[in-house]
């Protein structure tokens, strides 16, 4: 088994700014795509990332981020959100 590296440490501003970048690429791939899985999983690791950076406060300070970045897009960004971080411990939309 191959073991995986350890990620950087990072404050919650950059991980809500890589959580965007995410959410962005995401708008454009069709549902159920291998590319929109791994992103999807991408977003989860950032929501781990942010619960250890700031728990739970920062998990919804970066999801109304994400959702006021682009209005037009908050109830689907609202989703992939929820979606991914739903076995996050203490995460509730």
Same mark, same amino acid.
């Given at each position: 088994?191959? $073991? #995986?590296? /350890?990620?950087?440490?990072?404050?919650? /501003? #950059?991980?809500?700014?890589?959580?965007?970048?995410? *959410?962005?690429?995401?708008?454009?791939?069709?549902?159920?795509?291998? /590319?929109?899985? %791994?992103?999807?999983?991408? *977003? =989860?690791?950032?929501? !781990?990332?942010?619960?250890?950076?700031?728990?739970? !406060?920062? *998990? =919804?300070? $970066?999801?109304? $981020?994400?959702?006021?970045? $682009?209005?037009?897009?908050? !109830?689907?960004?609202?989703? *992939?959100?929820?979606?991914?971080?739903? #076995?996050?411990?203490?995460?509730? %939309?």
């Amino acid at each position: 088994m191959k $073991a #995986t590296a /350890a990620r950087k440490p990072q404050d919650a /501003a #950059t991980i809500t700014a890589g959580l965007l970048a995410l *959410l962005t690429a995401l708008e454009g791939i069709p549902a159920g795509s291998p /590319a929109g899985a %791994a992103y999807t999983a991408a *977003l =989860r690791r950032r929501g !781990e990332d942010l619960a250890v950076a700031g728990g739970v !406060e920062a *998990l =919804r300070d $970066a999801r109304t $981020a994400a959702i006021a970045a $682009a209005p037009d897009c908050a !109830e689907a960004r609202a989703a *992939l959100i929820d979606a991914a971080w739903a #076995t996050l411990p203490g995460w509730t %939309a």
